[in-house]
């Protein structure tokens, strides 16, 4: 087997948080572009109903600031209505009035992290935009962490299971490439035996930075035990799939597990 042929995986590079910003007035949309443009990618609506349309299109962002009093939606109305399918968003009120009642009820419900009042001070903006940014991205780590978690532990079970209950070796293929492509979101998963022609050749897996997120479209992951290639794991995604380091780390833990499971069901064949 050749062990120098490698599969090396690019690092994506990194990407500003996502700030949408919201205000009738176009001046003011222009002050908090120039604001923020240096450290944010910015999104920019002069309407709740424009801004919910951005949203519909470009998907999560990490912090929203929105102007109170706009016509036809006051901003707190506007934020309400993105809490069901952006609920880790940061949301920011800026306001010159005093609509004490309309703030309270938003900030009570969840829908609002803080209010910033008119004419603001750019230092403050900036601190408190920057905090929030830092607490989305804290609750998006801890929600993908619980994710992994609970993916890992249904991964490696599975595994485990379809080996034991298997009546062939097709079919325990089958269903472990089942398993990753739910646990990958990949569109085609395929694991081959390493019996089949042309596997002794296939890379190994290098990654150039752990820590950072990858994206790719195709994988391929030798399945080895004590240097004995037994099988080889292809997935594909139709569309650019990001995989953070602790995905990849997972990836390698199941792979392991998917070893030691194969060879486990190949020494039961053996003694039978």
Known sequence: ????????????????????????????????????????????????????????????VAVIISDQRMPEMKGTEFLSKTVPQFPNTIRIILTGFTDVEDLVEAINAGQVYKYITKPWDPSELKAVVRTAAETYELSKRRAEELRL????????????????????????????????????????????????????DSPSLEIINPDVTVELRHLTIPITFEDEQLAVLLLHWKQPRSLAAEELSLLHLATQQVALALTSARYRRAVV
């Open 1 to 60: 087997m050749n062990s120098t042929n490698h599969q090396t995986i690019p690092s994506a590079p990194p990407q500003k948080p996502r700030l949408l910003v919201v205000d009738d007035e176009p001046d003011n949309l222009d002050l908090l572009y120039r604001t923020f443009r240096r450290d944010f990618h910015i999104l920019r609506a002069q309407s709740g109903k424009s801004a919910l349309e951005i949203l519909a299109v470009e998907g999560e």
């Open 149 to 200: 978690a609970q993916t890992q532990t249904t991964l490696l079970s599975t595994i485990v299971r379809v080996v034991r209950e298997a009546t062939s070796s097709e079919a325990c293929l089958k269903a472990i490439a089942f398993a990753f492509a739910e646990s990958f979101a990949a569109d085609d998963c395929v694991l081959q035996a390493a019996t089949e022609n042309g596997l002794a």
